[in-house]
């Protein structure tokens, strides 16, 4: 994946949260909830977790650890994205389609 389709990442190693300025046009409270969700992911479980779309538009929410970090969740990591999926549904479909209407669409038109 290209860095223009990172929508978010945070990482439990250096403490840092990053929100791709392409990206800049959703609404403050949306990027502010994004922040909420990534942070409270990595203080959770630990290691990198990132939301990132794949060419088609689809949302991924995805966590990677360190080969020795034996503090990672790596059960716990998949039982949170399923958690963050049910319960921030209508988001992440938003977030879908706004992708799918602002990047993929415009790339298609040749803009």
Do not use: W
């Not at 046009?25 to 994004?34: R, V, Y």
Request: aromatic share 14%; charged share 25%.
């Amino acid at each position: 994946m290209d860095e223009q389709q990172i929508l978010c990442a945070c990482s439990a190693y250096e403490e840092k949260y990053y929100f791709n300025p392409r990206f800049s046009s959703l609404p403050t409270q949306i990027q502010q909830e994004l922040q909420i969700m990534a942070v409270t992911m990595t203080a959770d479980v630990g290691g990198v977790f990132t939301m990132e779309f794949d060419e088609d538009g689809t949302l991924y929410l995805s966590t990677t650890a360190k080969e020795n970090d034996f503090a990672y969740d790596e059960i716990g990591s998949h039982l949170k994205i399923k958690q963050y999926r049910t319960r921030y549904a209508e988001l992440l479909e938003n977030l879908e389609k706004y992708y799918q209407m602002f990047f993929v669409d415009a790339v298609q038109k040749g803009e």
